[in-house]
């Protein structure tokens, strides 16, 4: 290569953000709102906050404390976190995280083993050679089946064991991790913004107005066809600008025959996906189930390849290995809650942004309650935390502003699926980037304009679910 000649030198690539030094970034904000915002707190009954009962909390904010105070806050008197406090919710964070930390790195070693059987690779070089390595309708199909599930059953959490798979099947398309990874998300976002009855939003924010169960379905189904097909859209037009090529990639064992073995371990990963759903619905499986759930479908994986001890347990290992940064990521964003916790200002952020939907006209107000849950995504991306929190305020709000009960869950579905795809505070979000190997700053580039665009549509949608009395 001729140096001297400036057009062959090629300027160093630039290294974006390390996803650590953003969440560690982020908690920084956090500890510095814990000066600017006053403390406070609602009364609870259970876990739902009791509307009307928001109290300020003194606060002595001394910031001689900001290296090495102590965010001890009680009901009489709260602290703003400090350097070392909010170092200390690190593992703190982790630990209260640990059950989905442990469950997302024992899918890893499960996929660690799975693919060293080969099953995968073969199912997805036959899979593309019986399609002939159509992406152009490979894609509209595996959305809407993932979307389904997401907006009839909740799940999402349960695709993350998708994630390997999809972004192997993006390598054999020529295409980018971002591809696979995006695939899943945005089906299972508009899945849960649209919530048609999607158990883990609407049996919690239903009851809480008094609503039968299911009620108003007809808009959230509009919602899921047209978002969907906005978001089907927008992966297929990533696709024509990525130019994929026309043929699948060939690799080194490309056009191996699928052998018994291989379909053994794919029919039992199939199964083991309805087993999901089925443990998740009907036995309430939580984080420590399903790990236990995913270490049995693991063994069962590597007694059917064969594989001899040593070469399993490595194997498991390796895929371990592959999910710390996303294990870690979790920690933070749990980390990032303890510190506004600790310091209770969260429950001011709730009382600040309820009041501001109040006095406005009824669009505007339920517009309002919109971006209000958008906001709120960012500091409690949990759905069902985020309802037993909002809905007792913002409800009798809106009531009071003349919206209607249903308008009261449009505007809370908007607001949590819309933000949820973008909070760098969710946990689960992180863990599915991290999963594929995708940078947040590569992820926010990307599904930014798609969340504009659905949020223009969303607020069109709220002003015509009140003008006809929704």
Sequence with gaps: MDISNPAVIRKPEKKMLHPVAIMLLIMLFAMALTYVLDSGSFQRQGKLVIAGTYQVIPKARHFSDVLVGAAHSSGKEAAPASLVSTLATIPQGLSQAADLIFMVMIIGGMFGIIRKSEAIDTGIDRLLELTRGNVYWLTPLLMLALACGSTFLGLISEYLVLIPVVVLLAERLSLPP????????????????????????????????????????????????????????????????????????????????????????????????????????????HSKDLSTFYLVVAIISALIAGLPLRDACEAFLTGMKGMVLAGLLIGLASAINIVLKDSLVLDTVIYKLSSMAEGHSTSFAAQGMMFVEMILDVLVPSTSGKAAMSIPILGPIGQLSGIGKQSIVQAFLFGNGLTNMITPTSGMLLAFL????????EWLKFILPLVLILTVLSLAIMAYAISIGY
Excluded at 434 to 441: P, R, S, W
């Design 178 to 285: 971002l591809f696979g990874v995006g695939l899943v998300l945005i089906a299972a976002k508009i899945g849960y913004i649209a919530s048609i009855t999607n158990p883990l939003a609407l049996n919690i924010t239903q009851p809480l107005l008094g609503l039968p169960a299911l009620n108003g379905v007809g808009l959230r189904v509009f919602v899921f066809v047209l978002y969907l097909a906005i978001g089907i859209a927008y992966m297929l037009f990533y696709v024509r600008r990525a130019g994929t090529s026309a043929s699948p990639v060939q690799h080194a064992g490309a056009g191996r025959p699928l052998g018994g073995r291989h379909l053994a371990i794919l029919s039992v990963l199939g199964i083991s996906v309805l087993g999901l759903i089925y443990g998740v619905n009907q036995y309430n499986w």
């Design 434 to 441: 991290a999963a594929g190997k995708v940078n947040f700053i």
